[in-house]
């Protein structure tokens, strides 16, 4: 029996492994684009060695390349390709390719030792904080003040590419990490597309999300640091649970400020990180100055993240060996959530994936600014012309709509100044469903890509977000999180397009979370109550009209 793989090989090597009481021996041929597999006697079979090397990050040391001579089948991987032939089909010389699974894996060996620090490859920084008071540049000392030293010490780093994930950090990403890369056949099939539409999963913890990824990081660095309470904000409950999760398994206290239209809709939320321990306040409340002072210039105000940062900052600042952590926007953040851009890539080189567009869902843009590091750096440096795609909901349309300068990043205007895009700090979105987007700034890093021209971005309305997520949920099995359909929802419109022009692509975006605890969303859709917020020019120009006044370049 001959098998022949037609391929492009490139380096010529020999080695021999066991295999039982069996020996196979390995070679390839520099610049060959066909090679023979025989079944025969050991030492005379050929096999590829990408296809070894990919076996072996896969499964493990022989766990995929198998030859029997029972029943004389072999199986070659190359690339993506996987080719058999048996006894039952030798005669029609029929060869199989074997589509790419499900569910793409890594091995907890495969995991990033390393996050991605996009700053140190960007041709043009972002422009640096400011001290709102001198309006110069943020020192370290300044910043440890609210933040861990090793937080801020990230969050200035502009020169290192890589930054080493700690040992013990890698100890606690094991118990939930990696996490798949799916491939959505079923998706496809209903859309009836020629395109190949995959997504980073990150559901796969009891956070429901990504924000898990960047809790325990900066729960690790706190307790190293001897910190014994930490204050935070969250809106739609997945970054207030990952940080109760993280702080209870480091054994740290927490308080917890939660948007005030999220804690009514997600009364569950609460139960959920009061579980692990936390303390949770809806925001604002009448427990801190600025949400006394935010409560009696609106008292029905339904809050906003901008609200609940300013609370947690104040508490923080009031309370003995305290610090506060932010669950997105900040650089070191961002940073954290690079694990999934990082494991995406692997998995793509695993299968000789290669993306034409990613997309992800943008609120302060650390789960989008995470997803697509690796992708990013590869266009900055010329590498690649991907298209990538930041989705934000059209009730708060920071990016589509909003102005490029400095601004506070909390509602009470005692954060450093970040310029980035914003639609002011006195901004309050609409009470929507997806309330981890319902932020009126931008992480600096996305803003500055986006100013520069490497990304692309859209603003969807929330009936539509929901209408995609409930087509996903019928077909793929997942009931997405509202934040994550955003993105759900321009891959599906990217996928429609290839379908309308004839056009194979190959699409990835990310599924940041799950939507279980947003079932008052799902009812309000499902019973046709569901509306759509947009705000208008003049909405937006009262938030504009409040920017500080700060210098520019």
Known sequence: MRVVVIGHLSTESRRWWDCGDKAYNEWTHEGSTEISMRVGLPGSSPVIKEAYMIVYGMSGAFAQFRWHRRDHVVFVLYRTKTFFISKKNKKKGLIRMARIPYRI??????MPKHWINIKA????????????????PCTAEELEHIFCKELVEQELNETDKYIEIPEGLLDYYRMYRPSPLIRAYNLE???DTPAEIYY????NNTSGSHKLNSAAAQVYYAKKQGVTHLTTETGAGQWGTALAMACAYYNIDLTVYMVKVSAQQKPYRKTVMETYGARVIASPSETTDVGRKILAEDPDTSGSL????SEAIETAMKTDNCKYVLGSVLDHVLMHQTVIGEETRIACEKYDI???IIIGCIGGGSNFGGLIAPFISDKIEGKSDIRIIGVEPASCPTLTRGKYAYDFGDTGRTTPLLKMYTLGSGFMPSPSHAGGLRFHGMSPIISKLYHDGYIEARAVEQTDVFNAATIFARTEGILPAPESSHALLVAMEEAIKCRENGEKKTIIFGLSGTGYFDLSAYNSFNS??????????EDLEKGFAELPKAPEK
């Open 105 to 110: 894996y890594l091995t907890e060996d495969e």
């Open 121 to 136: 490859v960007m041709k043009e920084k972002p422009d640096p904080m400011l001290n709102p008071a001198t309006l110069k």
């Open 189 to 191: 099939k209903q859309l």
């Open 200 to 203: 980073k999963f990150e559901g």
């Open 306 to 309: 901008g609200c609940a940062i």
């Open 354 to 356: 290669k993306p034409d």
């Open 528 to 537: 046709k109550d569901m509306m759509d917020y947009i705000p208008t020019d």
